[in-house]
């Protein structure tokens, strides 16, 4: 299972609210991240209940999230994640003086 750090953003447009997701990297000198903002496959409104556009759509948006995010982990190695695994360690000894 991946950690990222996740941040969420929700602005009102027009008496619609759309929110904005942000996955970052949990590599802090890394500075990649990914925004998700939803979106519904509209063309299928009123032609499949609700519900189902519903749950199509999240599972659209989770199975990119998890394709994106994945790529992106696969980019850093061992090495990399070890080193932001001592420098997360030393920072928590630090805050536990």
Request: charged share 25%.
């Amino acid at each position: 299972m991946s950690s990222f750090h996740i941040t969420s953003n929700e602005q009102v447009m027009g008496g619609l609210t759309s929110a904005t997701t942000r996955y970052t990297c949990p590599i802090e000198s890394c500075g990649w991240h990914y925004d998700e903002t939803p979106t519904a496959d509209l063309s299928l409104l009123g032609t499949v209940p609700l519900a189902e556009l519903a749950a199509a759509t999240a599972r659209r948006s989770a199975e990119v999230r998890e394709d994106m995010c994945r790529r992106h982990l696969d980019s850093h190695d061992a090495v990399e994640y070890a080193t932001e695994i001592h420098r997360l360690r030393t920072k928590l000894a630090a805050a536990r003086t």
